[in-house]
């Protein structure tokens, strides 16, 4: 099997940017689809792995070798290799976006929280540091991750299994090191745990 499904399940309230702010209401939207709906990048999930199977890597849960294999690589000489992992944005089932299209509920996906920059020596709030953030409620996304099944390294050894075998067992190892993503996430948003399942 060489593609699966990541759950990813979302217990706080979460915000990946769009780059877009909103004048009174946010000062930083969140990123979403054109139906209004919202999601996580692809990019970002790769992200969240490449972090996860390198923190994996360096506690010696998995070789050296396996990271660029995955994730790719830059060469020293400017030339990049294309790393064999591929996946999906992380979006709502369609059941789940289908309801808040058809019930034009979209919009009680979202709320505003703000934030302020307190001054150490007065304790009060610094001039001018009033923020506001819109984010999304808790919720559980879906994203397909495989493997390049054409891709040179394909049926490269590490470990002593190629890595279509081995390739299961390490994600699901690696997941359980994502706890958090977004914006935020040092300061209570995002927190999430991730799951596999076949696709």
């Not at 992992?85 to 059941?95: R, Y």
């Not at 819109?134 to 394909?154: C, F, G, R």
């Not at 081995?166 to 799951?195: D, E, M, N, P």
Request: proline share 3%; aromatic share 8%.
């Amino acid at each position: 099997m060489d593609s699966y499904r990541l759950i990813v399940d979302l217990h706080s309230d979460w915000h990946v940017g769009s780059g877009q702010e909103a004048g009174a209401y946010a000062d930083a939207l969140c990123l979403k689809d054109s139906a209004g709906l919202p999601y996580l990048p692809g990019k970002s999930i790769k992200g969240l792995l490449k972090e996860a199977f390198q923190l994996a890597t360096d506690n010696q849960w998995f070789s050296q070798d396996l990271v660029p294999l995955l994730f790719g690589r830059e060469g020293r000489d400017g030339v990049s290799e294309q790393g064999m992992l591929q996946i999906s944005s992380g979006q709502l089932s369609a059941q789940e976006s289908r309801y808040l299209i058809d019930n034009q509920a979209t919009k009680y996906l979202y709320r505003v929280h703000q934030f302020t920059a307190i001054d150490q020596e007065t304790g009060t709030a610094k001039p001018s540091s009033l923020r506001s953030m819109e984010v999304a409620v808790p919720m559980q996304l879906i994203a397909q991750v495989s493997l390049n099944t054409q891709h040179p390294h394909y049926c490269t050894q590490i470990d002593g299994q190629a890595i279509h075998q081995g390739f299961a067992t390490w994600l699901a190892q690696a997941i359980t090191l994502i706890t958090a993503l977004g914006g935020k996430r040092h300061r209570g948003l995002g927190k999430v745990t991730v799951s596999l399942e076949e696709a």
